[in-house]
């Protein structure tokens, strides 16, 4: 079980679904990597938005601009 869902809504847009069920997402921290052919070109630490209970938001990343053609992962 994930208490949090994470899914891309668009380019540096994670949606996020709080499924807990009493509690916000305020206890938690954001951070993240940007990999492109297998080498770190990014990272950092966001502040996540005011999720109350078993409700969706989004988090905005200030992702880098990525090479055509490259496999990036974030």
């Known amino acids: 079980y994930q208490p949090v869902k994470l899914e891309q809504s668009e380019p540096g847009v994670i949606r996020l679904t709080n499924r807990y069920l009493f509690s916000t997402l305020a206890h938690l921290e954001a951070r993240w990597t940007v990999e492109v052919d297998g080498k770190r070109v990014a990272s950092g630490r966001a ?11 989004d988090l905005k990343l200030a992702l880098p601009s990525l090479p055509a053609g490259a496999e990036a992962f974030l």
């Open 47 to 57: 502040e996540l938005p005011e999720i109350k209970p078993d409700a969706s938001g």
